[in-house]
């Protein structure tokens, strides 16, 4: 099919929630993409912080394949032996956290939420309220949008979840103001993702803990996006010292394939008994295979040092771009550029037009580029797709 063969029936058929770039992609290895026309690109988004070990990966396609051959749905009513592998392994990797299996992010929130309510009901003395910052994502179903703290999100899709009460990110002293005697929970990214790579103060989440634990409130910690080392640690509250009651993760827990996880300590997690919580297609063979896969060559591969390593190097290199740069932040493989000139979403057009081999890259609103490049990104592909980036960058800025 011809990119515009693609458009043609996504126009005829699809709804026109998404605004998608003039691009289609057929197949994918490591960092690299092909598009309909045969034209490479380095990936530098995998599909939104998805695709961990960049694409197509040979153990986890082996992984699937394999899994594919044997077994893929029994449902929850019955014993799963990779789901029950799994979730142990999870288990001995965060500290003893038990698990529920799901499809996506949004319905790990969802989950998160609805323990939280479930514990301040019957735990609690009856507390229900929930604080969430601004600025926040957590995703489009409705507990998740509700604690989502971007009203653009929750146009025309009113009335969400009463109770809910949002505060600035990164500061601690607000969070503990807004906690009434009705709070149940507080909920919060480690590091805010979607509204552009926000980094809270070092001793942010610590201090949250601290206040949480002193007035007997859940601290939920949303790692959708910061989960399963793209921050350079398994878990980004692993860089803090903590231990949240709750966690949720999805994006890259299967490597590409669509999976979402609740984690919740021993003592909460005994609230969902049978009947309470559920998901058809939770937990199945084939999203369990590859995640133990992608377990497994995070350790064989020695990924997260690579994260670490490849995060710095891309930072360094992204400081020396000769551009009207305000700030370039993250952690690990998390980063962002805050530019002083609205050029973002020429830039990302310009890097993705870029020849012979093009860049892909996320536009945040007209400042920010974020990059979320596969954990396995070499240096070598770092210093070309800053030589890309270069070149767009002097193309929008001269034109
Ligand atoms: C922090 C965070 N939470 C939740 C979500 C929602 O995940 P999903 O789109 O899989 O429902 C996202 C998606 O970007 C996210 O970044």
Redesign the pocket.
Known sequence: MTLEEVQSLAQEALTPNYSRLPVAFVRGYGTRLWDTDGKEYLDFLTG?AVCGLGHCHPKLTAAIQHQASMLWHTSNLFHNPLQAKLAKRLSDLSGGYKCFFCN????A?EAALKLARKIGNEKLGGKWEIIAAIDS????TYG?LSVTGQPKYHHGFEPLLPGINFVPFGDAEAVEEAITDKTCAVIL?PIQ??SGVRVPPEDYLPKVAEICRERGVLLIL?E??TGMGRTGKLFAFQHYGIQPDIFTL??SIAGGFPM?AMLAKPEWAEVLQPGTHASTFGGNYLACAAALAFLDVLEEEKVLENVQQMGNYLTAKLKQLNAPIKEVRGKGLMVAVEFTEPIAPKVRDACLKAEPIGLVVNAIGDYILRFLPPLTVTPEEIDQAIEILQQALSTVLNP
């Open positions: 939104i996506s992010g949004a319905e929130n994502f957590h995703g489009r998740a990214e993702g979607e949303d959708v996006q999805a994006k979402g």
